[in-house]
């Protein structure tokens, strides 16, 4: 009997091309820590520029609403009416007896 009989996997040649792109950790202990920290660091790196990226894209959008908006008055509904208020109680009623 050949040993390819008991494999799981359908075909040899799709485990061998599967295994080419798995990353591999190295055995030495000291490139271990070098890569994770590399990792960690490369990590941090798109982090960070992720969120200042994010902060330029909300704040240019804001001061391009700004920009279009200066012109125009506040209420453009003719309906609005700008006003001051002042909060009244509510009524006290007698109690019942």
């Known amino acids: 009997m050949s040993v390819r009989l008991f494999r799981f996997r359908p075909t040899f040649d799709s485990s061998r091309l599967r295994s080419a792109f798995a990353p591999r950790k190295p055995r030495n202990a000291l490139l271990r ?46 309906r609005v009416v700008d006003a001051e208020y002042r909060v009244v109680r509510k009524p006290v009623l007698p109690l019942p007896r």
């Open 33 to 78: 820590i070098v890569f994770g920290l590399l990792g960690l660091g490369l990590l941090a790196v798109l982090l960070v520029f992720g969120l200042f990226v994010g902060a330029a894209m909300l704040g240019a959008g804001l001061l391009l609403r700004l920009w279009r908006q200066r012109n125009q008055p506040i209420a453009s509904d003719p």
